[in-house]
């Protein structure tokens, strides 16, 4: 018999909102979990566009369409974002650390994990705390495609079976993984994501897999944020390194945003 550890307390409270969000603006996939997080907490105001001008995301020079079949891209932009080359673009684990602290008033913290990655360690992390968001920073190429059909998720679970589709696309990107299903052969993680496309924005992944999306085999490393209140964040980084984990930040080629005056919070408020 498989046994479910599920997120419930706050991954079914946010359901609605992921929905409502989705899909996320083009190479916002970073800012779209911060907003999602942030006004989950009761602040208003917070939109993908301030999160990743918070985060000092970088958008790619000369713009590219979403790698993702059947994705529209969405380009609308409340914000002016800076540019720079390709490879640096994107959104930096610290930059989005930094982001959650400042718009939240310093209620919140995203203490961030680096590895090291195994299927286990993977599936204890999600399982750790039912109303702690995670935002975990991927490469979607070591997933499963989010097709996945019945049979395939229930051959891993019994027996470990590795046979699901190939990945939907091969990107540095970022996810929410929400709860992990345990089987006799394998584990099972829920990973919600920001495009509809994507299994309507919910997949299932074998652990070992998200595992590998984590340590990346691109050349750059994963991570994941683990947000919580910001009075528990030393408790909680204590917790984190007793179990083997790496409390550090990780290197995904998006250079860390440099210290500058932030924008107001005009407008971000309690509800």
């Not at 419930?8 to 409502?20: F, M, N, Q, Y």
């Not at 968001?133 to 979607?140: C, F, G, M, S, Y």
Request: proline share 6%; glycine share 14%; hydrophobic share 40%.
């Amino acid at each position: 018999m498989s046994s479910t550890t599920v997120v419930t307390d706050w991954a079914e409270r946010t359901a609605e909102l992921h929905r409502e969000l989705m899909p996320q603006k083009d190479n916002l996939c970073g800012a779209f979990w911060g907003a999602l997080v942030l006004t989950a907490a009761g602040l208003d105001g917070v939109d993908q566009d301030l999160v990743a001008l918070e985060s000092g995301t970088l958008l790619p020079e000369g713009g590219e369409p979403p790698p993702l079949a059947g994705v529209e891209s969405r380009v609308n932009y409340r914000l002016d974002l800076p540019l720079a080359p390709r490879a640096e673009s994107g959104t930096s684990g610290r930059g989005l650390e930094i982001a959650v602290g400042h718009l939240s008033g310093g209620r919140l913290a995203a203490v961030p994990v680096a590895g090291p990655w195994t299927a286990e360690a993977v599936a204890d992390l999600v399982s750790l705390d039912a109303q702690m968001p995670l935002i975990a920073n991927i490469d979607t190429g070591a997933l499963w495609g989010a097709s996945a059909d019945r049979g395939q998720v229930q051959r891993h679970l019994d027996t470990g079976a590795d046979d699901g589709p190939a990945a939907d696309w091969a990107v540095g990107h970022f996810v929410n993984p929400v709860a992990v299903q345990r089987g006799r052969g394998g584990a099972l993680v829920t990973v919600r994501d920001t495009y509809p496309a994507l299994g309507g924005g919910v997949h299932l992944q074998p652990a070992s897999r998200f595992a590998a999306a984590l340590r990346r085999d691109d050349g750059r490393e994963g991570g994941v944020l683990c947000v919580c209140d910001a009075g528990r964040a030393d408790g909680l980084q204590h917790e984190l390194a007793t179990r083997g984990l790496q409390v550090r930040h990780w290197d995904n080629g998006t250079p860390e945003p440099p210290v500058r005056v932030s924008v107001g919070k005009e407008g971000i408020g309690g509800h």
